[in-house]
């Protein structure tokens, strides 16, 4: 592999996403959304449920890092479903894929480019913190740790969006099929409140949320690391096959 | 320099190629020849390594395209067919997209466009978005993203589809201008682009050569039969015809008669006898006036059409 090919990709991808409305409008839902379940909005999905900040009265942002893997399920795969998708769409993937660069290099690039943007979205919620220490004031360790825990999650869900992407030529469905496995992993936890505890402390484990809530307290664990690496791993993997299949298949 | 060796590919139940064999040499322009969905496309696209053959190999200079996918993809520029583009991107940072991807370095890319801005005529739209771009212009840019890294080979999968007559010439002077040093594969099903631009052809046909050879060579190999046209006045129809078929090396004549009350004969020729001038004294004898006399040669048309229509 070529780290100059791999950023030459990036960089495009990263610079092509600007020139699109799309991409401000997305952050601008983003924030929208964010600001309004962390200050005003009480989130009832999740248990214990997040209540508002204004309601809790608590100098602390692990309500909003509790919070991000329900928005990332929506607004991560928005940013990423053109990612391969369009390319197919244009035909612009058959140039692309005919130049000297190797497959797992566009992965990663692409890869690269979505988890930027994701970085951008996170870093437009920093308003919150700084809100937070205007009336009280924030553990930072906590706050550090809960956007670190933020970063993990946002490069796992953006490796599902592109592998989501690399599956269709049709953004919509690139998004639903995106959209659908993020939900799997942000409310598999919740949806299995009804099994004996026993089973629930294995079964948690596959949840997004458990691990994300564990970075939102303050806790730096690595089995919580390894986790979201691996399914970050495990679906670019993923894409790479998908792509070398598709093509490269004999028959 | 390419060597397309026993070629087969399947979609599935599909035979889109099988064992196709032919070889390009350097310096050459080849057309690849065959109605739509021959597998021309398909042959280009596993030159390029973009698909893989489910048997046989392509070799470019001894390496396997397969085996040396990425080392085979730097000789050869590519323009896949209606040069599909970032739409949203500026004519300038495309190419130097691709200049990137292509390794040149850094400080040598703004001199490169711009080289190849003057080559392709693309100078006057370097600074636009490449949605504001004029069909013939997309396809100026797509020569240009081809020609980037200067390769030996260069691949056009039908160059002038979708563009207009004056278009279309621009293309082809343009190609011709940048033959003069490279290997190139045209792909058409356009006859009058390959006659006009490439030394040799291989003609596909449901996924097998059907033809393999320089102009003259297929001409001469399989134009067989060729057409004579004579205009007479002062004549009878019926007349012609069947005096015309009394001549040795005519095997079909049809005569139609004109709005002028001339009639016009279209004469089937074999053999290579001077039928011509047979045609003339028999006019002169039967004191009919020849208006005109016009042999036609066998044109790639005819050769198609015969090949391909089985």
Redesign the interface.
Known sequence: MDK??IL??AR?EF??FF??PMAYIALFAFILATALFFFVIPFKITQPPIYPFFILGQSSIEGLIRLLPYLFTLFIPAVTMRAFSEEFD???Y??L??????TSELVLGKFLASFLLTMVMIATTLFIPFTVMLVGTPDWGAVFCGYLGALFLAAMFASIGIFASSLTKNQITAFIIAVAICALFALFYDAMFFLPTAILTVVRYFSANYHVNNFARGLIDLRDIVYMLSVTVVFLFMTYYRLEIK????? | MIEVDNLSK???DFLALENINFSVNKGEILGLLGPNGAGKTTTI?IL????????GTIRIKDLDVQRND??T??K?G?L???A??????IVY?YLA??A????INDQAIPGRIKELSATCGIGEVVHKSINELSKGYRQRVGLA?ALMSDPEILVLDEPTSGLDPNQIIEIRELIKKISKEKTIILCSHILSEIEATCDRVVIINEGRIAADGTLDELKNKHGSASYITARFKDAAADSVSSELKTITGIDEVKVNSENDNSITARIKVSGSEDISSAVFNLAKSREWTLVNLNQESSSLESIFLELTSK
Do not use: H, V, W
């Open positions: 100059k090919q030459n990709i495009k610079s092509y020139y699109m244009t035909g612009t058959e140039m894929a005919t130049l000297p660069i190797r093509l490269k298949s004999k028959n | 399947k979609y599935g696209r390029c390594s973009y698909l893989a053959p489910t048997s990425i080392a993809r730097e050869i590519y896949p067919e209606s599909p583009l970032y739409k949203d991107m940072d997209f691709i990137s991807l292509r390794r993203q």
